[in-house]
């Protein structure tokens, strides 16, 4: 997330001109089973855009079949890479699937297009899981890259993008064994698809060997991204969130938007087309009571239909995983409230989930920046030990 903003204080970004605009538009025909795959190519991941210097890898780009936020055939487009490096453990060298953190809803921001201009800043994590040895399959989410809204923070959507990713990445092709043990791992949006993925994976695909889940400040209520998000440095993604409930629930569209005053309605609007390296064109700490036609903020509607059933589909907690996972937080996330946190891993413990947390407790600074919440990735170095061991005991 910082890097992110950071860049866009820079002024950089992917350009509106890209040579890959062909791969990233679906056939007419595909094969509808989660999972399958559609087309790929070999890619890159830059380290310095356009000097040939690139993650040490080899990187493909693929697009294949998930299952969207409206329960349909879905293609979704992803980046598989593996490094150079033999395995140094035992069995299969194991498949670590990424969820990248908020990156936006155009489809100019799809991990797998900002890899190749260096700016997925999910590359600091991809490149430590390289080093280890692990193979990185990282998803796009459906509707970046590919035609459609992207649906923010939707449990369904984000989960089976995730797995359905880990099912076309365990293929030798891509010099990924297809017997490869599987771990899910994200922060933040990652952090949510990484706890939905370990949510639906023992119902959604009993076939894959997932072996372990590191889910990262999961903003598992977005009641409480409503709240602590609001007036802050982006807090226009409230449009993300409510564009992501229109893409998933369209026969409410109307409802959803009937809140919205102009101003809102253009915030909508506009947010559909950026980047988080916009940032700074989305009118930055200004509160959702400027959007409404009431002058409430958006929190006040989240108790009343469609908002309601709409929130209450995302939350994490009621599932309980069947794989050990890792949870980090930090005290001071001025984003993700971590006693939402607390009650996913309380309501998950209760119901026989093999649960760890990491908990930082880094001070509150600079509230409503997401210095907070971007600070709280150092937690990321603890779940890397946590997974090494986790993939040690594999061979056991």
Not at 10 to 15: A, N, R
Not at 20 to 33: C, E, G, L, S
Not at 72 to 88: A, C, E, H, I, Y
Not at 356 to 373: A, D, I, N, Y
């Amino acid at each position: 997330m910082l890097v992110a903003v950071a860049a866009s204080v820079l002024g950089t970004g992917p350009g509106s001109a890209d040579p890959w605009d062909a791969f990233y538009k679906p056939p007419q025909k595909f094969d509808t089973r989660p999972g399958s795959l559609i087309r790929s190519a070999p890619s890159y991941a830059a380290v310095i855009p356009y000097t040939g210097a690139n993650i040490d890898a080899r990187t493909t780009t693929v697009m294949y079949t998930s299952t969207g936020a409206r329960n349909r055939p879905t293609p979704v487009t992803g980046s598989v890479l593996v490094p150079r490096q033999p395995w140094k453990g035992k069995g299969d060298r194991p498949l670590v699937v990424v969820g990248s953190g908020t990156i936006g809803a155009g489809d100019q921001c799809a991990p797998s297009r900002l890899l190749r201009y260096g700016q997925a800043y999910e590359e600091m994590a991809i490149g430590v899981l390289l080093a280890n040895g692990y193979a990185v399959a990282m998803t796009d989410y459906e509707g970046l890259g590919t035609p459609g809204d992207h649906p923010y923070l939707n449990r369904r959507s984000l989960g089976t993008s995730m797995i359905d990713m880990a099912r076309v990445a365990r293929n030798p092709r891509f010099g990924v064994s297809a017997t490869a043990p599987v771990a899910f791992w994200g922060y933040s949006e990652g952090g949510f698809a990484a706890g939905s993925a370990a949510e639906l994976a023992a119902s959604y695909a009993p076939e894959l060997p997932v072996f372990a889940a590191f889910a990262g400040a999961p903003a598992p209520d977005l009641a409480d991204l409503a709240r602590l998000g609001d007036g802050s440095l982006l807090g226009g993604g409230v449009g993300w969130v409510v564009n992501g409930f229109i893409a998933a629930y369209p026969q409410h569209r109307d409802a959803f938007l009937s809140v919205f005053n102009q101003l809102g309605r253009s915030v909508l609007r506009d947010v559909n087309s950026y980047c988080v390296f916009d940032v700074m064109r989305m009118l930055p700490f200004v509160p959702t009571t400027f959007y409404t036609k009431d002058g409430r903020p958006i929190r006040a509607y989240l108790d009343k239909e469609p908002f309601r059933t709409a929130v209450d589909e995302q939350r994490l907690g009621r599932v309980a995983p069947k794989m050990p996972v890792l949870v980090s937080q930090n005290r001071g996330d001025d984003v993700v409230d971590p006693l939402g946190t607390d009650r996913m891993v309380r309501s998950w413990r209760a119901k026989g989930a093999d649960v760890t947390v990491e908990t930082q407790h880094l001070p509150l600074f600079l509230p409503s920046t997401f210095f907070g919440h971007g600070i709280g990735m150092v937690g990321e170095l603890r779940a890397l030990s946590w997974l090494n061991e986790k993939a040690a005991a594999l061979g056991r």
